[in-house]
Every structure is written in C-alpha cells, then in structure tokens.
C-alpha cells in the first residue's frame, strides 16, 4: 500500500515535473536567443563605426585581403579633397638601383642620372596662362652647375648626329626670359634623332600646349627609356642615347581627373599620335617608373589604368 501511494503520488506530481521542464528549457532558449541579439548588435555596431576599429591589425593567414576596384570603364574620377600638393605630384619614383640627383630649378623639377648623364625624368605643371609669352628661345645650351658630378656638356653632341632634344621644350617656357634660359640646361637635354626630334616629338609637344590651353592645366612629366644592354653612347661625357622617349599627361582641373602617356621611339615616324597612346599603368611596367604616386591609391588606380580616348582626341 505505501509503495502504491507512492507511485501515486509520483503520478499526481508529474505534470508539475513536466512543466518544470518546459520553463527551464524555454529560459534557455530565451538566453540563446539573447546571446544572438546581442553579436548581432555588436556586429551592426562594428559596421556602423568601421572608422573606430583597428584596421592596422594584419589579417589571419589565408584570410583574402580588401577587393581591388575594377577599372573606371569610362567614367571620369571626380575630384577629391585630398589631393596633394603640386610640389609632392611632380616627382616620380624610380627603380631602387638608379641612383639620382633630385633638382629643383623652380619652373621645372628633374631627377638627374649621372650614368646616363641626362634626367631620367622632367616634370612641371603647364598651365593656359604659361603659354603665348614674348620670350623666345636663343639656343643657349649650357651645363647645370646645380647637378654635383657635373652634367654633360653642350659639346659632348658635337657632330654626334644627334640633336639636343628638349625633354621640358623651350616652347613651353615663353613667359619668362630666366624659364626660357633654364630650359636650355643640358640636364633638360637628351640624344635624339633629327627626324624624330623635328618631327614626330614635336608633333607631340604642340598637341601637348594645345591640351593645355584647353584643359587649363597639365602636369607633364617627360623621360628617356633605356633598353639596350649595350647602348650608343656619344661625347667625351658618354651620354647614353635613348632606345624611346615617354610623356604623362595628367588633366588636374574639375569637373573631372584625367591620365594619358605615350611611349615613342627614338626614331624618325609619320604614325599619329594616337598609335603612341597606352595606360600610365602599362609606361610603369615597361619603364619601371612609379608616376603620381603620392596620389591616393584610389584615384591612382582608377586614373592609371584607363586609356579614354574620346576625352582627349575628339
């Protein structure tokens, strides 16, 4: 008999076991559900001010780093606040093996390579304002005593067959007597052929002044390219003659940025211009320069690897 009551009184206490079951387990479902709210809010949270989180921390192994944008397709890149300053766009950056002398010459910036005894790059801005001076070239070809190994000499072309061809033209410095003399160092100086340097190039530094005039303002950068293992060299000096010639245009004004290059070879042609144009992106890998690249990576990634003729050649 006790142990009958006793299985009855098991019986008339189960249904209160049952939901004693039922409130523990929809507690624990409550909790679970809670924890989820709050890493999801943690989440959000974290996605709303990316700006606080700690994005110098490098990524776990195997983890895929940020996406690269894919070209700009045509569209022009806005403006943007963070633009640098003319003085940090100008310089280009060369392979860590060429040894160079940064100079500034006020109305143009170069980097001078003594192997070579000429600049391995030109840069300065070209604005509408610059062009239609009074001041006119005189042919006065002299040594930059400002380059600390000596630069190469006006004679070292002397009968060589090659002209002293302008890497920043004279043409472009009208404005000024004292730019226009600058022009004429022979740091700005490189071989060139005749047919080239009176032909095609020049063709080349007129469409140049007429961009300018119509954008407003160019950044232009202007080198030599090297690519024979044996060169020609020529003068007491060995001034190294150049298997091509580069130019990069860079449009700064609103409503939109905008690149152009082109890649010409050191010899007489009557292409057009247009069969010269590539990418900066494609002159860097063939040249090993590094253009702009002070630019934020975004608008350097758009502008340099897009070529968009219709808004340069109409």
Known sequence: MPKRRKKKSLAKNQPLGISFLLLVAYASLLLVLASLSIQEWRQHKNQVSGAEADVSAPLPENEPGPAIPPPNEGKPVPPETDMPNLSMLLPAKLPGELSVQLIDHDYYKLAYLESHEQAAWVAYSLTREKLGGTHR??????????????????????????????????????????????????????????????????????????????????????????????????????????DYFYKVLFDIQPPSYKMLAFLLKNEKSSRPLLDYVLSVDSLEQFSGIDFFFHLPDSIEYELEKQVIYEDWFE
Do not use: C
């Not at 009176?198 to 140049?208: D, F, M, N, S, T």
């Not at 954008?215 to 007491?236: A, C, D, R």
């Open 137 to 242: 070239r005189k042919d006065q070809f002299q040594e930059d005593h400002r380059v600390t190994t000596r630069s190469a000499h006006p004679d070292d072309y002397r009968f060589s067959g090659y002209d002293r061809g302008h890497l920043a033209p004279a043409a472009d410095f009208t404005f000024s007597e004292q730019a226009m003399e600058k022009s004429f160092y022979m740091s700005n100086i490189s071989p060139q052929v005749p047919g080239f340097n009176r032909g095609i190039w020049q063709k080349l530094e007129q469409q140049v002044r007429t961009w300018a005039r119509e954008y407003e303002q160019l950044l232009v950068v202007t080198g030599p390219v090297f690519t024979q293992k044996i060169p020609t060299s020529i003068g007491e000096n060995n001034v190294i003659v150049p």
